[in-house]
C-alpha cells in the first residue's frame, strides 16, 4: 500500500511541475502591469513615471517581484530579438522595442536609441523648467511610433530641442531579414522569474494580495472554511438521497415510476444553477411572495456574538436552506442516474441471478453484491467530485453572499490580483490530483485485483 501511494506521488510531481508553468504562463500572458497593480495595493497612485520618486518607487517594486529577472531557465527566440528585453522597466516599452524590433531585426540600433532616450530625459529632468518639461513630453510621444515615423521626425526633434543624442541611424539598404528565421537558444541559469516564484511558493510564500496588502495563505483558509464546510453538506446530503433513489430505479426498471422519475431527474440536471437560485430567491426571500428565509449571507443583520448557541445555529441554518438546495438538486439528479445505470448493470448478470436462485434476500443480493460490484465508476465520480469542495462556485457563492473560494476567485479576477488567482489555480490543481490518488486507492479497496495487476 505505502509504495503504491509513493509511486503515485511520484508521477504527481511533474503533473504539479507542469500545472505550475501553465499558471505561471497565464499570468505573464494576462494584460497589465502587475508593478502599477502592487504598487497601487500599497496606496501609491499609478499615475505616469514623471517624477524621480516614481520611478524609485517602480524599479524598486519590479526588483522585489523579480521581473528584472529572465522569464524561465532558457529562453527560445529568434536571431533578430532581444535577450535583454526584460531589463527594459515598462510592460509599455517592452511592447514598443518589440514591434521595433519585428521591423528592423536589428537590437543594437534599437536598444541604443532606446538608452539615448532615457538618457536624454534625465537630462532634462535634472534641469526642471517649462521647456525641459515639455522636451520630456515630447519623449514620451514617440514611444509607440514605428521606425519609418521615428526616422521622419528624429531630425526634427532634434533641431526643436537643441539635441544631437537622439540620432536614430539609418538601415541598410536591405536589412537581414533572414534573422527572423534562425532560432537560437540562451540558457538563463536560475536567476529567472520562474524559478524565484516557484522557489517561495515551495517555501510557504505565496505573496501577498495585490487588493488589500494581506498574505495570500491568510485569505485562503478564512475562504475554504465555508467552502469546505458548505459542499460537504451539499455532498454528504446528495449521496444520502441519491443512493437510496438510484438503487430503487434499478430495481425498478422500466416501469412507469422509474421513466418518471429519470425525466424528472433529467429535467433538474438540465436547470442552470444560476436561475434555480434566482428562482429561489424570489419564491422564499421576497416580501411579496413568501418571506421564509434571508436571501443571502451567512447571518441576520442584527446578528451577535453573544447569542446563544442554539440562536447562531438556528440563524445559519436558515440562512444555508437556499444555497444547500441549490447545490444539492443538480448532483441529486446526476447521482442517482449514474448509480441506477450501474446498479442496473450489475443486476442483469449472472452472479446475481445465482444468488437470488440460492435463495438470498433481496436486500442482500442488492446492497451487498450488486452495488458493491458497481462501486467502482462511483468512486470515480468521488474522485472527480472533491476538487469542486475546494474550488467552490464563482455564481452561487456570489448570488449567496458565501465568502468561500468561488468569491474569492471570482474577486481576484475581476480585480485581477494575480498571487490569489494563482493560489486558487495550484490548489485546485493539486486536490484533483489528491482526488485521483484517493480513487485510486479506493479502486484497489473496492477490487484488489486492479492492484494486483499494476504490480505485475
Known sequence: ?????????????????????????????????????????????????????????????????????????????????????????????????TQLLQETASPEIILQFYADLLHQEEIWEQNPSPQSFRFRNYCRQIRGLSYSSLQKISSLFNQITNSKVLKLPNLPASFPKWKFYLPQIKWEGLQNQYHQWISRLLQGDWGVSWTDGRPVMTKIPEALTWTIGLNTLTLLLAWLISLPAGVWAARHQGSWAERTFSGAGFLLYALPGFWVATLLTLTFANPDVLLWLPASGLHAMDYSSDWPAYKKIMDLGAHLVLPVVTYTYASIAFLSAQINNAVHQELSKDYIRTARAKGLPEGTV????????????????????????????????????????????????????????????????????LGMLLADLAYDRADPRIGSKEKK
Not at 476538487?387 to 464563482?394: A, K, Q, V
Open 1 to 97: 500500500m505505502f509504495a503504491q501511494i509513493r509511486h503515485r506521488l511520484l508521477w504527481m510531481l511533474p503533473v504539479l511541475g507542469v500545472i505550475s508553468i501553465l499558471t505561471f504562463g497565464l499570468q505573464k500572458l494576462t494584460p497589465g502591469d502587475p508593478v502599477w497593480m502592487a504598487l497601487q495595493a500599497e496606496g501609491i497612485s499609478p499615475t505616469p513615471l514623471n517624477t524621480r520618486q516614481s520611478k524609485e518607487a517602480y524599479q524598486r517594486k519590479r526588483h522585489d517581484l523579480r521581473l528584472d529577472l529572465p522569464l524561465f531557465y532558457f529562453t527560445l527566440s529568434h536571431q533578430a530579438s532581444c535577450d535583454t528585453l526584460f531589463r527594459v522597466i515598462t510592460v509599455e516599452d517592452r511592447t514598443w522595442i
Open 366 to 433: 442488492i446492497w451487498k453484491h450488486a452495488l458493491r460490484n458497481s462501486s467502482l465508476p462511483l468512486i470515480t465520480l468521488i474522485g472527480q467530485m472533491l476538487p469542486g469542495l475546494i474550488s467552490g462556485s464563482l455564481i452561487l457563492e456570489n448570488i449567496f453572499s458565501i465568502p468561500g473560494m468561488g468569491q474569492l476567485m471570482w474577486k481576484a479576477l475581476s480585480e485581477k490580483d494575480f498571487p490569489v488567482l494563482v493560489a486558487c489555480f495550484i490548489l485546485t490543481g493539486m486536490l484533483t490530483m
